[in-house]
């Protein structure tokens, strides 16, 4: 059975950090793509980072250099710390493995 199990949300103020992580198991065969997404209120879900088997990464414009997602390859885990937050950055991530499963979601505010 797969599962993937998120944690790491939470409430913070504008300019905080926080780390997100996806642990993966029941996958039936060897994780090449590791995402995160994410869906603000009334919005889209949109693509903030992906990661390769082979750590090539790619980032959404409003988020690079700010956040920085990561992988455990043995742990079948997904990362990602994000940086100089913002309140734009408020919404519900989740992560996605090989485009098939997804987690189910972590809510991120960022407010005073």
């Known amino acids: 059975q797969v599962q993937l199990v998120e944690s790491g949300g939470g409430l913070v103020q504008p300019g905080g950090s926080l780390r997100l992580s996806c642990a993966a198991s029941g996958i039936p065969f060897r994780i090449n793509a590791m995402a995160w997404y994410r869906q603000a209120p009334g919005k889209e879900r949109e693509l903030v980072a992906d990661i390769t088997r082979d750590y090539r990464t790619n980032y959404a414009d409003s988020v690079k250099g700010r956040f920085t997602i990561s992988r455990d390859n043995v742990k079948n885990t997904v990362y990602l710390q994000m940086n100089s937050l913002k309140p734009e950055d408020t919404a519900v991530y989740y992560c996605?493995?090989?485009?098939?499963?997804w987690g189910q979601g972590t809510q991120v505010t960022v407010s005073s």
């Open positions: 996605n493995i090989q485009t098939i499963y």
